[in-house]
């Protein structure tokens, strides 16, 4: 996980899995559940952890052979416990951040130490495409893996 530089940066991270998809490496990780800010039009919400949040899940998305990050995705993280029942379904935030550049991530609560299974899906990225990226990740892609919680 170490080639797109996600791991050792300032954040304390765990990484969990990474996968590639036509050229574009994605990369899942854990942090502690993280403060940010949301601007939406021109309006500012701060989104700081509840008692609930376990871990912000992050996932990068980067071009394999440039290690550019990829903006403009659709990501959307499922996580379910061993039995399959879903315990959080929602859209990650197209995050910014100096120590951790751009990636995508959100506040997930758990509802306990134990295995758990994460579900990405990856829509393409909705930007005008360069030739080299105009056949590459045009339908949406999903990444599964499971990873262990210790709190």
Excluded: C
């Excluded at 403060?35 to 912000?56: K, L, R, Y």
């Excluded at 130490?113 to 909705?126: D, E, R």
């Amino acid at each position: 996980m170490d080639g797109m530089n996600m791991v050792g940066r300032a954040m304390q991270m765990t990484p969990l899995d990474e996968t590639t998809w036509e050229g574009m490496v994605i990369q899942l990780a854990t942090a502690p559940p993280a403060t940010h800010s949301v601007f939406q039009g021109d309006a500012q919400g701060m989104i700081t952890p509840t008692a609930e949040d376990s871990i912000h899940l992050m996932a990068v998305l980067a071009d394999e052979e440039t290690s550019e990050r990829i903006p403009y995705a659709n990501v959307w993280v499922t996580v379910k416990d061993q039995d399959g029942t879903v315990l959080f379904d929602e859209r990650m935030w197209p995050m910014l951040s100096q120590s951790m550049g751009m990636h995508y991530g959100i506040n997930v609560p758990l509802p306990g130490l134990g295995q758990y299974k994460v579900s990405l899906l990856v829509g393409p990225p909705q930007a005008a495409r360069h030739p080299e990226y105009m056949e590459r990740w045009l339908e949406s892609f999903t990444f599964e893996t499971t990873f262990e919680w210790g709190g």
